[in-house]
């Protein structure tokens, strides 16, 4: 980014001192400052900023005007300026990666990176806030800046971004009549808590306080969904009144645009197909006269889903997308520049003639792979960018060893129906209860995962549930079908006496797009019926598989591998690395649907249907030594767990 020159004089000591007064009362202003009572984590980074850019009483002048929306063009400050960004969320990233990927983001030639920031990780559990390790929002902003990248924020609150209920924490839904993204007061009270929380860290790093952040996004694609007029002023509003000072942006795509308008506030938008480019600029300039164009999200690639095609988009069509884009005087952002990975069970889903869920990756065919290895698209977008900054570009960074492990096969094992005794106590309730209204967690519910459910029956006959997503029925230990959104019934065989029926539900993600956000709930909605006489008296069990769930299986509760296994089941073995740890692609053949954990992380969900087939393995989650594999298997193992180099074939155009 640009560096701001200091000349000396004789009053520099007094501009000093004036200086050190008024970051002490900036600090005062945006972190609340009282004795005994401040966040001394934000303090001391802001206070590491100020030291880090060597602030004078010139340079706050320089820094007066930020960017601007004049005519056709962006400035900043007083010199006509380009966006040119790539989007990379640090979420889906692991930490000690960051400086890698931005470092190649500067070295195809960007000057912006862009970020969502979601929600439901920062704020888990109402009132509980989360800044540290891989969503420290404010330690990925600042290398940002020390990599030599300006920032664009898209804070939401809601962001879509393939994500769980589009990034919204999902203790919302549990108030019967919570309207998302509305001034529903419901909503906008908890939106008023985090934004607290959240902006107090933003603000120090906005550009006129000295840091990178140029730009904030008022929420995302508001256009799209359009229920309450009243909601983008709110956000706007809210933006404004904690400090935001920077230029404030919406995102639309064709179909939202002409209803995500908000005025003082510059409309992008977000599109790939070259023919759709002159209509949008065209409506742009008949809402808001002459302002800079700029295409917020140029898709490099889409993302995929369970059971569906792996989605390519060539690279030749996305430079010559992108040549155009800049060619007809538009800043642009690439969406996604790098896309990662959806560790856990963060990816969300849609909803419209047929429930879809995302994969685990989030590789989105983009112009640096799940890995953060180099595609085609990468080498063209990086001779394109080069030529139009004419300066030369940094040298791209080496690639990140990978290599193939030794096979593992699984030495220990572990029953659910084994394990339970292990769990937290059961929930126990007259009716079932939805995932989101469990009494757990402080309250909050439960986020992700699975949930089970038992009760007893005397019966046999036909079951019907309203479940979601996917909910595996056991007539004691025996697997006998499943309920999902096509299935609503299954037949009980005939049982003898008092038998227990099991009913284990995987939230596969809840829906992060569409008008159908508010009916997100998930496990057992309401009753369930056997020959339509509703069930009673539950035990319900919160399989969230955090770390702590783990910490509960001891070593001596774990048992060898049977020959004939009962499903679902944990099954471990021991990796060994004798050198420095790389990356690694687990690889699942054999195996049919489940979630692989290295040494407590979760790397996400496989399921043998594809297109997914291989999950990314970050070497900087490995130990050098021994590492320990669990796999969570919901109906057939296989004999080992590989590893390979690449993931699965035709996920992108490799450069050696």
């Known amino acids: 980014m640009p560096k701001w020159n200091v000349r000396r004089r004789p009053g520099r000591m007094l501009g000093l001192l004036l200086l050190v007064i008024l970051s002490l009362l900036v600090l005062r202003r945006y972190l609340h400052l009282q004795p005994g009572g401040c966040d001394l984590e934000v303090a001391r980074r802001y206070c590491v900023r100020v030291n880090w850019h060597r602030l004078t009483p010139l340079w706050l002048r320089h820094r007066r005007l930020g960017l601007q929306a004049k005519g056709q063009n962006f400035m900043l400050e007083d010199s006509a300026f380009w966006i040119f960004g790539g989007s990379v969320h640090y979420f889906r990233v692991p930490r000690e990666y960051w400086r890698d990927r931005l470092l190649k983001v500067k070295a195809c030639g960007l000057n912006t990176l862009t970020t969502y920031v979601p929600w439901n990780l920062h704020e888990p559990e109402r009132g509980k806030f989360d800044f540290s390790g891989n969503v420290d929002l404010e330690a990925f902003v600042l290398l940002a800046a020390e990599v030599g990248l ?32 509305t001034t529903y007061k419901g909503f ?38 359009n229920k309450d007029p009243a909601y983008m002023p709110y956000v706007k509003k809210a933006l404004e009144d904690r400090g ?34 002159q209509f949008l600029t065209t409506f742009l300039l008949s809402v808001q006269g002459v302002q800079p164009r700029m295409v917020m999200e140029c898709w490099t690639g889409w993302f995929d889903s369970w059971g569906g095609p792996h989605s390519i988009l060539d690279s030749a069509e996305v430079l010559k997308t992108v040549s155009a884009i800049i060619n007809a005087g538009s800043s642009i952002n690439l969406y996604m520049f790098h896309g990662g990975t959806n560790f856990g069970f963060i990816n969300g889903a849609v909803h419209f003639q047929d429930y879809k869920s995302d994969v685990t990756s989030y590789d989105y065919d983009a112009v640096l792979t799940e890995a953060g290895d180099y595609t085609a698209k ?9 030529s139009v900054s004419g300066a030369p570009l940094p040298a791209p960074p080496d690639l990140l060893p990978k290599t193939a492990y030794e096979p593992v096969m699984p030495a220990l094992y572990l029953s659910l129906w084994d394990a339970l005794p292990y769990l937290e106590e059961p929930v126990t309730s007259e009716k079932p209860v939805n995932m989101e209204n469990l009494p757990i967690n402080g309250g909050n519910g439960q986020s992700f995962g699975y949930t089970l459910y038992e009760t007893t029956i005397t019966s046999s006959g036909i079951l019907s549930a309203y479940v979601r997503d996917r909910g595996q029925v056991f007539v004691n230990t025996v697997s006998i079908g499943f ?14 006496g008092f038998t227990m029926l099991r009913i284990l539900v995987e939230n596969r993600g809840r829906v992060n797009y569409g008008t159908n956000i508010d009916d997100q709930r998930k496990g057992l909605i309401g009753n369930i019926y056997l020959n339509d006489s509703p069930l009673k008296k539950f035990k319900i069990y919160s399989l969230d598989m955090k770390k702590s769930f783990f910490q509960r299986f001891h070593a001596d509760k774990w048992n060898p591998v049977p020959d004939m296994p009962v499903f679902p089941a944990f099954f471990s073995g021991p990796l060994f690395v004798s050198l420095s740890p790389c990356d690694t692609f687990v690889k699942l053949e054999g195996w049919e649907k489940g979630v692989v954990f290295i040494n407590g992380q979760n790397l ?3 399921w043998n249907i594809g297109p997914q087939e291989t999950l990314y393995l970050p070497g900087a989650w490995l130990d050098q030594g021994l590492n320990q594999v669990i796999v969570f298997e919901e109906k057939m193992a296989g004999p080992v767990i590989q590893f390979t180099e690449t993931p699965y074939l035709g996920r992108h155009q490799y450069l050696n």
Not at 199 to 225: C, D, F, T, W
Not at 483 to 496: A, G
């Open 378 to 386: 990468y080498t063209g977008l990086r001779e394109f960018f080069g």
């Open 244 to 277: 935001i000072v920077e230029l404030l942006l919406t995102s639309d795509n064709k179909d939202g645009l002409s209803k995500g308008i908000v005025d003082g506030v510059l409309a992008t938008i977000n599109s790939q197909p070259q023919n759709e480019l």
């Open 483 to 496: 309920l999902d959104y096509k299935r609503e019934k299954v037949v009980i065989p005939s049982i003898q």
């Open 604 to 606: 996400g969900r496989y």
């Open 150 to 181: 300006w920032v664009i924020l898209r804070p939401g609150p809601y962001i879509c971004s393939e994500m769980d209920l589009g990034g919204l924490p999902s203790w919302l839904l549990q108030d019967p009549d919570m309207r998302l993204r």
């Open 188 to 225: 906008t009270e908890a939106v008023d808590l985090y934004f607290d929380h959240l902006m107090v860290r933003v603000v120090p790093l906005q550009y006129k306080h000295g840091g990178p952040i140029i730009a904030v996004q008022v929420e995302n694609e508001y256009g799209s969904y």
